[in-house]
């Protein structure tokens, strides 16, 4: 039950992705990332799990920098090496290459498995496609991942290629990606973050537990005074009690919205209160209307924690200067 639970969460999980991509709808965070170290992380995911056991796993990498979102190369490196395990016979082997080429950053992934002629091969990316299947072969899925990865790959500006020499010969993955320079390394050696932002008294409405517990402890971390509500009801009447200077609301919410809870806060006591919409759509459209519904700021989930801190710095810079303002006008007066 573990393993066919497993099995469908990623099939749900690729599924809503492919779709995502087909609406435009898929957000990307793009910034200088190592493909080489997203390599080596994935495998070493693969052998903490035991996966690769039954294969050798030969990897050949240089630090590749390219500018993509890093979730989404760990989701593509993952996607093929996984296609490779699955495909490729116990006592086989997997050959992984990652390293620059001209501009581009090259991840290449060739096995010693089931190989594809070339009716198959011209189809290996078509969505819900499946080449011939043995019925030793326990493992499948249902012509998702490879869909995926292309679009992914695509997204990216790069491209991918796939080879065989035909059935039972193996095959090879090609994926090439916009180079970029690596990232500054004037960072203090002791990986120092930047200072912690002031204490500031803050609502999360969130109806969905893990995620309310992950940003809460974030937020504590960074040493905030944090409430938190489930739902749009509690979650009006939490900022009308606590009077925070900001409160982050989900667009989700169940009955209530994230929309119609700002509406009713700007109608009432926390008309005052900097209103963060968190939602998991982040189009020009989802970011006007998030603005035009009262909230001060539209950030797409999840939140990173230096994005974060940055929303709650540049807020209290902003108060910082208005209060500097109005001593002004007061000694003037």
């Not at 492919?18 to 995911?45: D, F, H, Q, W, Y």
Request: charged share 25%.
């Amino acid at each position: 039950m573990r393993r066919q639970l497993k099995n469908l969460t990623q099939l749900i999980d690729d599924l809503v992705d492919v779709s995502r991509i087909t609406t435009g709808k898929i957000t990307m965070t793009r910034s200088p990332v190592n493909l080489k170290e997203s390599v080596m992380r994935c495998v070493e995911a693969f052998n903490a799990a035991g996966s690769n056991k039954a294969h050798s796993v030969q990897i050949q990498s240089r630090d590749t920098w390219i500018h993509a979102d890093s979730v989404r190369i760990d989701q593509i490196v993952t996607n093929l090496v996984e296609n490779a395990r699955k495909y490729t016979p116990p006592g086989g082997s997997i050959r992984i290459r990652v390293e620059p080429e001209g501009s581009d950053g090259v991840f290449e992934i060739e096995d010693t498995g089931a190989g594809m002629a070339s009716d198959v091969l011209a189809h290996a990316f078509d969505l819900f496609f499946q080449g011939k299947r043995s019925p030793d072969r326990a493992e499948g899925g249902l012509g998702i991942g490879l869909t995926l990865v292309r679009q992914l790959v695509e997204l990216h500006g790069g491209s991918i290629l796939a080879g065989s020499p035909g059935e039972g010969r193996g095959s090879r993955f090609t994926a090439r990606f916009p180079g970029c320079a690596p990232p500054m390394s004037d960072v203090a050696p002791t990986g120092a973050r930047e200072p912690r932002t002031g204490r500031s008294r803050i609502v999360i409405v969130e109806d969905n537990d893990d995620a309310r517990d992950m940003l809460k402890a974030l937020l504590a971390l960074e040493g905030h005074e944090v409430y938190e509500a489930p739902d749009g009801p509690s979650g009006i009447e939490m900022v009308e009690t606590v009077d925070p200077e900001i409160a982050f609301i989900d667009l989700g919410l169940p009955g209530i919205d994230g929309y119609e809870v700002t509406r009713r806060l700007r109608a009432g006591r926390g008309k005052d209160v900097f209103l963060v919409a968190l939602s998991g759509y982040g189009q020009p459209e989802d970011r006007r209307r998030a603005i035009e519904a009262g909230f001060n700021m539209h950030v797409v989930k999840p939140i990173d924690p230096d994005r974060l801190a940055g929303v709650i710095r540049s807020l209290q810079e902003r108060r910082l200067g208005e209060l500097a303002r109005e001593t002004l006008d007061g000694a003037s007066g």
